[in-house]
């Protein structure tokens, strides 16, 4: 099974070289084991939905995404929603 960073990795590389497709993040599944993730750098400048991208990731305690480009995104509904161990998140550019 692939791990959920490659995952979300994968599904948003794809989404940014498919400018033309929304992305649904809402298909993918969380992984309660997941504690960290490292997504910083992601080329995320076209996205215009980031709902519930990380909803239910109860085990989530350090999640870092420096260096997103957000100007596109118009709703981030439910983003973290229920991320209920989360103590540690870095939005720095």
Partial sequence: MEDVENMVYNR???????TDVDIDTSSIEPNKSVTYLDLSNFNTGDIEDMSNMFRDYT??????VTNWRTYNVTTMANMFHNCTS????????
């Fill in 59 to 64: 085990e989530l305690v350090s999640l870092i």
């Fill in 86 to 93: 989360l103590t540690y998140l870095d939005l720095s550019t």
């Fill in 12 to 18: 948003m590389q794809t989404h940014c070289e498919q």
